[in-house]
């Protein structure tokens, strides 16, 4: 007896083709930044779609390139964490940005690009000497000096103890970052994950050996995982910290992902002509670029 086979009963689905790059940020080298995964031509794709690819690629951020509504923007973008949309991240603007500029887009202003996104239009420039972009830091949301019940809880929770401290501020530019500054790049890289962290923490000492200034690590529960590689909107935020203190000079180099075998490097500038803008930049690469099919709205 032959058996026929049943019809299938699911939905059919529409899918549409865009195009889909993953770039390396913060790295001229592939492989040792951060990944962001960017998906072109996205406004036919609804938000749930959305959330649900960028739990798939299950990368730190997942970003979706569309048409802005702002006259003054070159392009809109939404950024997608694997648990939801974020109104705002540096190494997701930088590669985005990359990703838009490579597939062909033109910026209104020449070697300025403005993106349009949730927490409003953020400026990106184009430093075509240095290989670099770089995004204008936005306001802080909350500074100041950070409880020092919370300061004990975050030090116990990066085995870390308040001998290693040298100060602690808020830092937040919407993840909600608490900024620890620590004697040494060595006692940076010494912290470690001791039980759950409950808060986003962000760890920076100088360095004295390494080619850079500073070195950075950022532990992010928000983003699903103990530690970022690389991290712009912290270096954003510990930079208005920073140089608004006198700690560091207008212009630095900071290192971030040496734990995680990551080479990340974040070039931190403050503009000559206005000093209230912070320049966050770093080389990218696209490592990945092809074709992704999402159902359409």
Not at 50 to 77: I, V
Not at 116 to 140: K, S, V
Not at 163 to 171: E, F, K, N, R, T
């Amino acid at each position: 007896m032959v058996l026929s086979p049943k019809p299938d009963s699911r939905p059919s689905t529409s899918l549409s083709a865009h195009l889909f790059s993953q770039v390396n940020v913060f790295s001229a080298q592939p492989l040792a930044g951060n990944p962001v995964a960017v998906v072109h031509g996205a406004d036919r794709i609804d938000e749930a779609e959305m959330a649900a690819f960028a739990r798939w690629t299950n990368l730190s951020e997942t970003t979706f390139l569309l048409t802005p509504t702002d006259p003054a923007a070159d392009y809109r973008l939404r950024i997608f964490t694997p648990d939801g949309e974020l109104p705002f991240a540096g190494h997701p603007t930088l590669g985005s940005a990359h990703a838009w500029l490579a597939a062909g887009g033109r910026p209104a202003s020449t070697g300025t690009v403005v993106q349009e996104c949730a927490a409003g239009l953020i400026t990106l420039r184009q430093d075509h000497d240095a290989g670099r972009l770089a995004f204008a830091a936005p306001p802080l949301v909350r500074s100041g000096p950070v409880d020092g019940a919370e300061v004990d809880r975050a030090l116990a929770e990066v085995g870390l103890e308040s001998a290693d401290l040298v100060d602690a501020a808020w830092v937040d530019n919407g993840p909600g970052w608490m900024g620890l500054l620590l004697r040494d790049a060595e006692t940076v890289l010494r912290a470690r994950v001791n039980g759950a962290i409950t808060s986003d923490i962000g760890l920076v000492g100088p360095s004295a050996a390494s080619p850079a200034d500073v070195e950075v690590r950022a532990f992010v529960p928000s983003l699903g995982g103990p530690e970022d590689p690389v991290t712009g909107s912290l270096n954003a935020g510990l930079a208005q910290w920073l140089m608004g203190t006198g700690r560091m000079p207008g212009n630095y180099l900071a290192s971030q992902g040496t734990a995680l075998g990551r080479s990340g490097r974040v070039h931190l500038d403050r503009d000559p002509q206005d000093p209230d803008t912070i320049w966050v930049g770093g080389e990218c690469v696209t490592v990945v670029q092809g074709t992704v099919h999402l159902p359409a709205g």
